[in-house]
């Protein structure tokens, strides 16, 4: 591993002439105008703000978006938020950013600013309207200072006049023009502060293992990151052309999910595995991933419009993203089967976190159980088998907080569905629905029934945040109903009867008082957990239970007589 000190004007310039290479599978900007005014002040106080990876490969690389002849060696792959931010501090347009207009409206969002008067943090802001009213020269833009290179005599006297503009508008008290000339100096010289690169070029084994372990400010470069570089490198274009379009179509759809994921999806498909080092070197190349892609993007689409068929509008919903290799991998080998059954096998799997974020295992004996089944229902009963244990629903998984059941919200949602439940506003359109389609990506609002400030202090407090105390409403109304009493605000918007009975309420919801609530929500649950194991059964048919899948009285029998 080689070690250097690259200055931040260096850092920009190499970006923009192209001597340094952001790789294709690299996400976007994503950092928010306060990261990047952060960093800015970080610089100012001399804070680290933590060292570039660069991997030097001197084989080929698809870069993102490039447009020029350029060929550099090196991969910024640790570093790329910051040295784009670096850029838009100094208003300089790095090659990877492909579209000029797109590039102006970035800086103009990102307008950070030099507050020359304070003398207290922050000292940098994001401009806002209210800033740029501001008569006089108090909020100087960062890159006007940047760009400044005093060695220039021009850009000297513009310094030294911007100090005097400064003292004239009756700005830093205390300070002569000196001294204030001293201070915008300050933040000229960031261009000069010197970074650490280190820069790695080991084989491809060694990388892959060094960048799984690395973590940049809470975000893990993961082995999918690395692989979908090999990929780019072996078969330049389809990661640009083909990769990435298809994220965008699928994050249309209303499933906004990580590239990680689809090419998890992608190698369990073709493969049976999501361990990337345990593939044979060869899958890596065109003539594998073609047939393999076109695979994964036609199991995706099914996956998607089945699921959209059942309620599921968008992953937001769901607990775990993961669920998609296995979902995915199915679909691909049996993509004639019933829906149904998946959907129950896919909800249990979801109720009973099989794909948590440490799921490798998971999905590696899932995608095997899938690839050695001869017919559709014995894949999902061996699915299904893998969880072991299916018990019905009960009240005490509706008299959990609904802030701790991912799975629980799902379900309530689902069941308001099913009821084809109408909204509490006036428009009498069905929650998740534009008029007769399904909204893409559409979050449902949830509301406390007996909203939680009406509660607070009078109830104990483990059934105030009870999921049985949830309706599914959408926004507007939601506001509205705020804090009050439900005696009051159900008659005030004409929350019918009917619309009450399709979340299972009660219509004497309005005579029921707060010493009545526990019983009430403890009432509400008992309905939800039938219409929950009602639904479930529905969905799952003829499919066979695992043999754990047993009543809990049986099992202690069989504990005691053991």
Known sequence: MAYALVTIKDIVERS?????????FQRGFVWKATQVRDLIESLWLHYPVGALLVWDNSGPVQTRSASDANTPDLWVVDGQQRTTALCILNGRKPYWWARTDEWERTVRKYDIRFDVHTREPPFFVVANAATRRVKGPRYIPVSQLLNLDVSRASDLRALQDMA?????????DGMDAMEVFTRLDRVRKIRDTEVVTMTVDNDLEDVVEIFSRLNSRGTRVTEADIYLGVVAARTPGWVRDNFLPFLSQVAELGFDVSPNLVFRTMTGIGKKAVRYRSIETSFWNAASIGPVWERT???WRLAIKQLKDYGISGNALLPADNAFVTLTALIDKFPDGDFSPVFY????ASRFSRYSSS??????EDLREVAESTTFTEALERLLARIRYLPPLTVDDFLRDYGDTRFGRLLLYLLALRNKAVDWDQRGVRIGFDGADLLAGFQPQLHHVFPKKFLEGRVDCELVDALANIAIIGPTINIRISKQNPMDYIPKYNITAEKLRQQFISGQITSTTVDQYPYWVRKRAEELAAAGND???????DLELPALSVDLDEQEHAFAAA
């Open 16 to 24: 923009v002439i192209h001597k340094w290479s952001i790789p294709e």
């Open 164 to 172: 005097r503009q400064i003292k004239l508008g009756g700005l830093c």
């Open 297 to 299: 993007k036609n199991a």
């Open 345 to 348: 096998w896919f909800l249990q």
């Open 359 to 364: 799921s490798t295992s998971s999905m590696e």
């Open 535 to 541: 639904f479930l059964e529905s969905l799952r048919g």
